[in-house]
């Protein structure tokens, strides 16, 4: 049984930065490709950043520069450090595991991660 874990959200002005942080349980973050999306109200998901091992990452161009997605093998964690954030990056935040290998086209893709956490709520002003 996955479990992914989200910490790390709260509110920030513009310009400020967050860290979130998602414990992964019954999963291996060295497996296969994990990552952040993002979800505002009546909107569908949306990919933020991915990585497979600790160097094949993918950001979408609205974050590139800003945010860095890295993983920690040994707590079994990975991690979205966001600077310079922005009203329009508020949303809520949801970290995902996939459990085969995707493809690199599809790695912002939601419906290629089949295990979600419960989410993390950001919110810039």
């Known amino acids: 049984h996955v479990q992914l874990v989200e910490s790390g959200g709260g509110s920030v002005q513009t310009g400020g930065s967050l860290t979130l942080s998602c414990v992964a349980s019954g999963y291996t973050v060295t497996a296969y490709c994990m990552g952040w999306f993002r979800q505002v109200p009546a909107k569908e998901h949306e990919g933020v950043a991915t990585i497979v091992g600790n160097k094949i990452t993918s950001y979408a161009d609205s974050v590139k520069g800003r945010f860095n997605i890295s993983k920690d093998d040994a707590k079994n964690t990975l991690y979205l450090v966001m600077n310079s954030l922005k009203p329009e990056d508020s949303a809520m935040y949801y970290c995902?595991?996939?459990?085969?290998?995707?493809?690199?086209?599809?790695?912002?893709?939601?419906?290629?991660?089949?295990?979600w956490g419960q989410g993390t709520q950001v919110t810039v002003s």
């Open positions: 995902a595991a996939a459990s085969s290998l995707v493809p690199p086209q599809l790695m912002l893709t939601p419906t290629a991660f089949n295990d």
